[in-house]
């Protein structure tokens, strides 16, 4: 158990992203990629996420605000978004555009609509508690523990 | 049995006795076909109502016959009959019971007697003190001993007999057998009358009247009763025999007389349409044998025009033959109407919403449409005033001393945010002509001019071996009117377009004079328009010149461009002091005094590119459409540029056209009005001539050149129109003259460059002043302003060009003498230029990882060189990191085409391939890398629009075959089998983790 308060809320924090369901093993992944080199590799990767995703999210609203669906397109740019959230480890959000696509696949529009409400809540969401949990670990500072052999 | 009835009749009729004989069962139960009221007493309407009977016109003969011979009439008889008999089997049955009641009490009655006999016998036995025997058997078998004491209890209780007498006196047995004989006579009475009343009911019984009779007040009660439903109702109804000849007809407006119908078929008796198809559905309903309904209409002269609902029904005999049809027909003549005229209201209503729909839904899609477009339109107009900024400075800077590699990033820098300029200028046009803000200058302008300089600006920025030529018919006008700006406009983006979509062989423009096309009429109207607005015309005509050659020649220096501009402007701003002026003033006047000449120009841009496939003709000038999606990705664009040339064109009063033949080639051609002003032209040729003298042959050749070329090895050369020869021809005049008319009014302008340094300036302020003393020596020629106005063009050109010769060579402060020596420098040192360009991309993408470049250089030979190809940033961050960790070192590329290229560049160890990207997916890419192994060529990479550096060219094949490994999201799209088939060795599911990708390349690198 962490001795330092912080960290323990940290912790804490963390164990609840998981157990929530927002995030899976992926993030654990990139966890491990982070050393002394990328210290900040999980938060740059995430902040990477989620500036290139905001646009395929800008993107797919344009698209469904059209009267007749591109469902090619829409599958097009989730697939896309897809790919970077389950990269990221964004279990919940992966969730969705894996429905969302399907709902593309089959041509339901509203059901696609539908999806990317919830998407968008999931994705919002996430953002949010992600940037707290990245805001409480700048302050509780480095963790103090081996460093992979290299 | 079915008699004509009269009134009386009705009357005369016994109620009373009708009433009990109309059959309850048959009145009664509902459902019953036949329902007629029972009336009671008084309350018999048919009493007090009038029955006309004369419609009804029967055979009586045929009438009979049909009862006899058809199972209908048969039934109905055999209906009456039944019915009869039951009601005879009722009173029977009544009269059987009544029987019963009566032989009942007689029996009661012997009983009594028997009982009161018994009694005495008893009696007397016991007077007699005799005791009866009885045997055990008598005990069991006597009966006389139970039942009259049932009976005594039941039957006649009451009839106790009450004896005064004392008991067992012989008065009192005499008194007692008096009353008894007493009640036996009466008991016999009873019995006599009872009898007489059974024979008086079977009397009445038999007094009753016979079958006939009553069938025939039935019947006449329900021909009553149908006469009342029927006297006011618009039927016809009636029978017809095999042949369709009428035998009985019921009609409540009759117009026929009897002898008129009966006897004869619908056709005899009328005339007119409908008939022919009632009696032709007659005769189809009596083959079919089935009961039909149909509506027709006749049209007829005895009753006009009239809807019938007419239904028939085959009638049989016995034996199932059709023997005729009885038919009903009701006039709907105003349902029919009213029906029709409602389906219509309806129909219309329908078309109405339609319609309203369609309106809203375009009104909605307008609205959407114009806030959409101004939206684009004010910001466009927001981004282009803090871009253009940014594209100035850009300018200044690179103007300032800058090194090699610094002058190069400005050049990429200057030429993106001109392409930047250039989409939201392409934007606001669009709008600009949409909404008919846009207007159209007239000024004067040299059609060679403008072919050669935008030919030049696309050969300057030539990425690709193509040859650029023009061709322009000698008939074309030296000068003609239009506007210039528009016009270069249109030709530098189809002569753009052409060249994106080329990838061998050549471009080029042809233009030429035709005749007037057909659909000139609204076009000169246009042209007229366009020629009226004339307020600016000459001094525009200068400044518009100035800029849009001073902007071709250097594109890339806009800044310089706009000095020129912003010169040519002060200049003509300084006339009006000058008797310039007047020359200014009489070309004008004169131009507008005498009628100009319209001139029709057709001009051809022409490729051997892609071509377009014919599907896509129809929606190639629609805005924000290309030829497909896969188009867009490749070549990129907007699609706005053919709708705003399109567009551009149509707005001078010409037509923009297209044919194409797909891998051979596209031509776009556009036909446009331009005036010519004759008086102008004589007035402006010898001025031109006698202004320059000197040097005419340089005129000459500019002004009548029609043929220009740049040749794929000149590519980027400005001075290479004509051949190369041109250039040496061209510079020793330009630097060797060095002389004041060439400068006339830039000399000035000319000095702002170092270039003019090694000049001594007197010489030039003599010259100019020397110039400005001859023009002011000539005002009275009218041409003058013009030949300024051309003479400028061409020294702006020069200008910039020598501007640009001094960009080459900044530093090193040439002197005038070495110039031409520059010139070719220049010649050599432009090319460099834009195949660097070219390798830009390849070169971005090696150094994506710049930081590391060295380390993987350094350690090229020990450690496996991995590509990774990959669009998602996200995923190449994370790939790269965790490739890191197992050692390694990447190259990123972003999609399939630049994989192909690297891979063309610099042998891979490994391939992680993505498989869903855009321009080229992975698998496409794989399918190239592989077919480069097999075959030892890029002939398929090249075919699919991947040209491959000249310089990598002789590289042999790699003997083994390069790892690709797929990632994939193992989504349908991208199954493991596809990726196997394509030519992958393995694939690793997306998202990649670490232990995947660790073991994935343990297998190649172990």
């Known amino acids: ?150 | 049995m079915v008699c004509e009835m009269e009134i009386d009749q009705i009357e005369d009729m016994d109620v009373e006795v009708l009433s009990s004989m109309w059959p309850e069962d048959v009145g009664n139960d509902a459902g019953k076909q036949f329902n007629v009221e029972k009336p009671g007493g008084e309350q018999d309407m048919l009493q007090e109502v009038t029955i006309v009977e004369e419609p009804t016109i029967v055979d009586f003969q045929h009438l009979l016959e049909l009862t006899n011979y058809t199972d209908k009439g048969s039934s109905q008889l055999a209906f009456l009959v039944k019915h009869w008999e039951y009601k005879q089997a009722n009173a029977v049955r009544l009269l059987r019971e009544e029987l019963d009641n009566l032989s009942r009490q007689r029996q009661e009655s012997e009983l009594k007697k028997l009982e009161i006999l018994e009694q005495h016998r008893f009696e007397e036995e016991r007077y007699g003190g005799d005791k009866r025997p009885i045997s055990i058997l008598d005990e069991v078998l006597d009966i006389w001993q139970e039942v009259p004491r049932t009976n005594n209890d039941v039957v006649v209780p009451s009839k106790r007999v009450e004896i005064d007498a004392e008991y067992d006196t012989v008065i009192y047995w005499k008194q007692r057998v008096i009353h008894l004989e007493k009640m036996l006579e009466a008991s016999i009475n009873r019995e006599q009358i009872l009898k007489e009343k059974l024979q008086e009911s079977i009397l009445k019984l038999e007094k009753q009247s016979s079958p006939i009779e009553e069938l025939s007040q039935i019947l006449k009660r329900a021909d009553n009763f149908l006469h009342f439903v029927l006297q006011t109702a618009p039927v016809v109804f009636g029978h017809q025999d095999k042949e369709l000849r009428y035998r009985f007809i019921y009609n409540h407006f009759p117009s026929l007389q009897e002898e008129d119908i009966l006897g004869k078929t619908d056709v005899e008796i009328f005339t007119g349409s409908g008939v022919k198809e009632s009696q032709d559905f007659k005769k189809e309903v009596m083959e079919k044998g089935l009961p039909a309904k149909r509506e027709i209409t006749f049209e007829t002269e005895l009753f006009g025009s009239k809807t019938f609902l007419i239904y028939v029904e085959p009638v049989f005999s016995k034996a199932g033959e059709t023997i005729g049809i009885n038919y009903m027909g009701m006039d709907v003549t105003d349902q029919v109407r009213k029906r029709e005229k409602m389906a219509k209201l309806r129909e219309e209503i329908a078309v109405r919403k339609a319609k309203e729909k369609e309106l809203n839904k375009t009104i909605h899609i307008t609205e959407e449409t114009m806030r959409a477009k101004q939206m684009l339109a004010t910001m466009s107009h927001e981004i282009r005033s803090p871009l253009s900024g940014v594209v100035s400075m850009a300018e200044i800077l690179s103007t300032t001393k800058l090194d090699r590699e610094q002058k190069q990033l400005l050049d990429v820098m200057l030429s993106s945010g001109d392409l930047v300029l250039q989409l939201i200028n392409d934007i606001l046009d669009l709008s600009k002509v949409e909404s008919g803000v846009m207007k159209l200058e007239a000024t004067k302008f040299r059609p060679r001019e403008v072919v050669k300089h935008v030919l030049q600006t696309a050969a300057a920025s030539l990425q690709k071996i193509l040859t650029l030529e023009g061709h322009v018919a000698d008939d074309v006008p030296i000068d003609v009117i239009g506007d210039v700006l528009r016009i270069r406009q249109i030709l530098t983006n189809l002569i753009s377009n052409a060249i994106k979509f080329t990838h061998e062989g050549k471009v080029g423009v042809k233009l030429y004079v035709v005749p007037e096309p057909p659909f000139a009429k609204e076009g000169s109207q246009h042209a007229s328009d366009g020629s009226t607005d004339k307020s600016t015309t000459t001094s525009a005509s200068k400044a518009e010149s100035c800029t849009s050659t001073s902007k071709t020649s250097c594109d890339q220096n806009e800044f310089h461009g706009k000095k020129y501009e912003g010169l040519c402007r002060n200049n003509s701003l300084c006339e009006p002091g000058t008797p310039f002026m007047n020359g200014t003033a009489d070309g004008d006047e004169e131009q507008a005094e005498l009628p100009a000449t319209t001139v029709w120009l057709r001009c051809d841009v022409y490729d051997t590119g892609i071509g377009i496939p014919e599907n896509a003709l129809p929606t190639l000038f629609k805005k924000y459409m290309q030829v497909s999606a896969d188009h867009a990705r490749k070549y990129g664009g907007t699609g706005l540029g053919l709708a705003i040339c399109k567009q551009l064109v149509e707005l001078m009063g010409g037509r923009l056209t297209v044919s194409s033949r797909v891998n051979c080639g596209s031509t776009f051609t556009f036909i446009l009005p331009y005036k010519v002003s004759i008086s102008c032209d004589n007035s402006d040729d010898p001025d031109d001539l006698s202004d320059m003298a000197d040097h005419d042959h340089v005129m000459d050749d500019d002004e009548t050149a029609g043929f220009f070329q740049f040749l794929p090895r000149t590519l980027g050369s400005l001075f290479s129109s004509n051949g190369s020869t041109r250039t040496q021809k061209l510079m020793p005049h330009n630097i060797g003259f060095a002389n004041p008319h060439k400068l006339n009014g830039f000399s000035e302008n000319c000095y702002l460059f170092p270039m003019n340094n090694g000049r001594p300036k007197e010489i030039d302020s003599v010259e100019d002043a020397c110039s400005v003393a001859e023009a002011v020596q000539i005002p009275s020629e009218p041409g003058s302003s013009i030949s300024h106005s051309s003479d400028p063009d061409k020294k702006s050109s020069i200008c910039s060009d020598l501007h640009r010769l001094n960009d080459a060579n900044v530093e090193n402060k040439v002197s005038t003498t070495d110039v031409s020596s520059c010139s070719e420098k220049t010649n050599i040192s432009e090319p460099q230029f834009p195949p660097k360009r070219q390798k830009k991309p390849d070169v971005g993408c090696q150094s994506t990882l710049n930081g590391s470049q060295e380390i993987s250089k350094n350690s090229i030979t020990s450690k496996p060189k991995i590509l990774l190809v990959e669009d998602s940033k996200i995923n190449v961050m994370v790939a790269r990191s965790m490739l890191k960790q197992l050692g390694h070192t990447i190259d990123v590329v972003n999609n399939g085409a630049e994989a192909v290229r690297a891979v063309q560049k610099c042998s891979y160890d490994l391939v992680l391939m993505d498989v869903c990207m855009p321009v080229m997916d992975g698998l496409q890419a794989t399918r190239l890398i592989r077919s480069f192994e097999e075959t030892g060529n890029w002939d398929a990479a090249a075919k699919a629009g991947i040209e491959q550096d000249s310089s990598q060219q002789g590289r042999t094949p790699p003997t083994k075959r390069i790892p690709i490994i797929a990632m994939t999201a193992n989504a349908l799209s991208e199954s493991a089998d596809e990726c196997y088939a394509n030519g992958m060795d393995s694939f690793v599911s997306k998202p990649v983790t670490f232990q995947n990708l660790k073991e994935c390349l343990e297998q190649y690198f172990a």
């Open chain 1, 1 to 150: 158990m962490e001795r330092n308060p912080m960290r323990r809320q940290l912790q804490t924090m963390r164990k609840s992203l998981f157990d929530q369901g927002y995030l899976d093993d992926q993030f654990v992944q990139l966890e491990e990629l982070q050393d002394d080199a990328n210290p900040n590799f999980v938060e740059e990767v995430v902040t990477l996420y989620y500036r290139d995703s905001g646009r395929i999210i800008l993107n797919i609203e344009q698209a469904l605000e059209r009267k007749t669906f591109d469902f090619n397109k829409l599958d097009a740019y989730m697939h896309q978004f897809k790919g970077s959230s389950s990269s990221i480890g964004a279990k919940k959000v992966k969730a969705e555009s894996t429905l969302f696509r399907e709902y593309c696949r089959s041509r339901n529009g509203e059901g696609c609509m539908r999806t990317f409400q919830q998407l968008k809540k999931e994705y919002a969401t996430l953002r949010r508690k992600l940037e707290a949990y990245f805001q409480l670990a700048r302050q509780a500072g480095p963790v103090e523990t081996a460093c992979r052999p290299k």
